[in-house]
């Protein structure tokens, strides 16, 4: 398979889909309705761990016997955390917004990443998708190197586009990464909204496929968006 049909995204999320499989397994932070462990179920088999705080979100993924569900946030420690509940099913967060439309403010229990996954006896982790509407620089930040070195890849929404964190601080999260041997891969031109992170070390793609889907495969795809929408 060549490095550009194994980078897809799917709902909305960037992944290297090459080395994933039935023995993959899958840290879904954000999880919402259960979409992205559903649809990553479908097409690879693999075991799906599904984070969600919010309660009427959690209730809604369904039920699969390779998804593990857990209703809380993952946050920088393990304490409860303060949830504000969006009449936007896709706006909820720890991070309040000052244009989002919130109706209520729940106390949920926070863990930390790493607390999480030593708790969840994960030894293997090929991809966390992370989409926690601005919590994610909190999150890294609290992170091991040796920690984050252990997962395969990251599929990540910044939040930049929402002015919820900054783009410096989304900068100085990626430079973070490429110096503990990941490839960065962003997909958007504008913002850092779908933000692919390759672990190198337990990858194996070839340096050349990588430069070459950063900065021409990509440039391609994106004259073709622009021309689409001229003669649209």
């Keep these: 398979m060549n490095i550009s049909t194994s980078i897809q995204t799917i709902r909305e999320h960037t ?22 462990s559903i649809e990553m179920i479908r097409r690879f088999g693999c075991t799906c761990v599904a984070v969600e705080p919010s309660p009427n979100m959690f209730h809604q993924i369904p039920s699969h016997h ?8 993952v946050a920088g420690a393990n304490r409860a ?18 244009h989002a439309d919130y109706e209520r403010v729940l106390s949920v ?32 930040d609290a992170c091991s190197d040796k920690f984050l070195q252990l997962i395969g890849q990251f599929s990540i929404e910044f939040h930049d586009f ?14 973070r990464f490429e110096k503990l041997g990941f490839f960065v891969y962003r997909k ?9 992170l390759i672990n190198k ?16 495969l990509r440039n391609i795809l994106g004259l073709k968006r622009l021309f689409g929408k001229l003669w649209s």
């Design 15 to 36: 992944i290297f889909v090459s080395p994933l499989n039935q023995d993959s397994i899958v840290l879904d932070l954000g999880a919402n309705l259960g979409g992205f």
């Design 109 to 140: 229990t926070g863990r930390n990443l790493e607390s999480l996954v030593k708790e969840l006896d994960l030894f293997q982790i090929d991809l966390i998708k992370m989409d926690v509407e601005g919590a994610e620089i909190e999150i890294l």
């Design 201 to 216: 070390a337990t990858n194996e793609v070839s340096v050349v496929d990588l430069l070459f889907h950063r900065y021409l």
């Design 162 to 175: 929402n002015q919820t964190i900054s783009i410096k601080e989304v900068r100085r999260i990626l430079e």
């Design 81 to 98: 955390v303060q949830f504000h509940i969006s009449a936007d099913p896709l706006g909820s967060s720890m991070i309040p917004n000052d």
């Design 66 to 73: 390779r998804i593990q569900k857990l209703n809380l946030a």
């Design 188 to 196: 958007s031109f504008s913002n850092y909204c779908d933000v692919l």
